[in-house]
């Protein structure tokens, strides 16, 4: 009987070793090429089939046979739509869905936004607008100039006043257009904090002047009167509430004063003549 040879034994197992793994490797790559051109087919297909375009829009500037639009009430429509205008009569497979979004949010009014395909040929078309919570009486740019009337979000984002609208909102004065969204939202936060502690007595504040958020000055009626009060950055109510307890005496002791400074707690400061 012939000895067995173990070192050819040991050198035909790793030959089958080796065939068989570079077989399967063959294999693998056969069915990647298969698997990409079968991807490469489906996509041409999804790029050229007319089935898959974007039909063109109706007269109706609002959604159109292949987009719907949902959540618009003051966002122009016609800069939402201008938005898809390059896509009509081509694959919605094509649509860049991430800068159609981004150009949505640089629409007025449009807080946040989403844009999906409905498949075979639409797109869907999510939009949030923005909240207004004060109108804004901008300080104009030029010395002289007239002021210019807004709306403003709690993000200090300003808001045309859409036609026809009816907002029962406080009045933020103080405010530039050429401030940041960031210095204008925080001068919001700390009116809608005031009006917020004032409580029932916010209905005798007919505006309030962020310009210095260290020191709001709101305009209040008292009496028959509308004068101009300064509330500093705290205790709001409880100013508040003593000046309108005392104003019966300071009109008589000043009955031409409509400035006053109501932050020192004992006492209320006529301002009439004192630069602002």
Do not use: C
């Not at 307890?245 to 020192?264: G, H, I, K, N, T």
Request: overall charge positive; glycine content about 6%.
């Amino acid at each position: 009987m012939a000895k067995r040879d173990p070192g050819a034994e040991s050198r035909g197992a790793r030959l089958r070793a080796v065939l068989k793994l570079l077989v399967s490797t063959l294999a693998a790559a056969a069915s990647l090429v298969a698997g990409h051109a079968l991807y490469r087919g489906v996509e041409r297909q999804l790029v050229e089939d007319t089935r898959f375009a974007l039909r063109p829009l109706e007269e109706d500037p609002g959604s159109g046979p292949g987009l719907h639009i949902e959540g618009l009430r003051h966002a122009p429509r016609e800069r939402i739509v201008e938005v898809f205008a390059e896509d009509i009569g081509r694959s919605v497979y094509r649509v860049p869905l991430a800068e159609r979004r981004r150009r949505l949010l640089e629409v007025d009014w449009v807080r946040e936004a989403s844009v999906a395909r409905v498949w075979p040929n639409r797109l869907k078309v999510r939009i949030e607008e923005r909240e207004p919570v004060a109108f804004v009486r901008l300080e104009p740019r030029v010395p002289g100039a007239l002021s210019h009337a807004a709306l403003i979000d709690a993000d200090g984002v300003l808001l045309e006043i859409p036609p026809g609208s009816a907002y029962d909102l406080p009045v933020i004065t103080g405010l530039r257009e050429d401030q940041p969204p960031e210095a204008r939202a925080l001068r919001v936060r700390k009116m809608q904090r005031l009006l917020e502690e004032v409580g029932e007595l916010r209905e005798r504040i007919s505006e309030v002047n962020a310009e210095n958020p260290n020191n709001l000055r709101a305009r209040v009626q008292a009496g028959g009167s509308l004068v101009e009060v300064w509330l500093g950055r705290e205790r709001y109510q409880a100013r508040l509430s003593r000046f309108l307890q005392y104003w019966p005496e300071v009109r008589r002791r000043y009955p031409e004063a409509s400035r006053f400074d109501l932050r020192l707690d004992d006492r209320i400061t006529v301002l009439d003549g004192v630069h602002r």
